[in-house]
């Protein structure tokens, strides 16, 4: 087309773009970029943010950024494409630093920014598993809800991610039985170094009792080195929500032996079993 004169527009440019990146032409894919910049088409953010995409799919994660970088408008995706280029390359560190820049820009991360951050921290490989989840949990319920407590959590300056965040995200898992997000966020857990704290040991349990998986439950529960009432609560809870009305009471026993007074929740949850 180019070759008899008629020059494409930026939606035809923005469309080969994906293309060649998905067949991983290397070389194509800079004739194309070239192409752009010679005949001047000036600024394009779709165009821009599929040609940041496409250099980070290539591996070329810095040219990638220093298109970015030049980019004098950036939308959502824009931030969404160059994280998940970090997040790909196993540079999580730079993924969370540029999510902090997102957010001093005034922009709240979305499902795809949440995906990438957990895949980042991790160690998954989003490419690999976007479609899945995307596929399974695009109904909207609980990506709302997960994503507002996750903007509410991070919505000073700077974020640290913390088990406040952490269990924030694992509480909606566990309200709309999300178990493989909550899989993920258990990942990140083990990961980030969180597996002693018992607010987020506690709340591991009730996700998976709520996502009908007693055995990681169990597990969950198992390994904990220090456990409060609450943690104990959290285990009488899923034994009893899951009819296990015996084990709900043995636990209770298990408890007061130990030296952990019960507390009236832990009564209601074994008697309710």
Sequence with gaps: ??????????????SIIPAVANLGLTMMGKSVHCFWVR?????????????????????CISIARYLFDKMPVRNLVSWNVIISGYANSGMSNDAM???????RDGLSADYF??????????????????????????SGQYWTKAIAHFNERTSVTYVVLDSTAIVSILSSCS???????????????EKEGFSNDVFVGSALIDMYA???DLVDARKCFGIMEQKDVACWNAMIRAMGANGNGEEAIDL???MEGIGVNPNESSLVSALSA
């Design 1 to 14: 087309m180019a070759g008899r004169g008629f020059l494409p527009y930026e939606v035809t440019i923005s």
């Design 39 to 59: 005949h001047g088409f000036g600024t394009n953010v779709v165009v821009e943010t599929s040609l940041v995409d496409m250099y980070s799919r290539f591996g």
């Design 97 to 103: 630093q540029l999510f902090n820049l997102m957010r």
């Design 113 to 138: 920014t949440l995906l990438n951050l957990i895949s980042a921290s991790s160690g998954d490989n989003w490419g690999r598993t976007s479609i899945a989840v995307h596929d399974g949990f695009t």
């Design 175 to 189: 309200s709309f039985g999300a178990l493989q997000p909550g899989r993920q966020i258990h990942a990140l857990i």
């Design 210 to 212: 709520n996502c009908g």
């Design 252 to 254: 209770l026993f298990r």
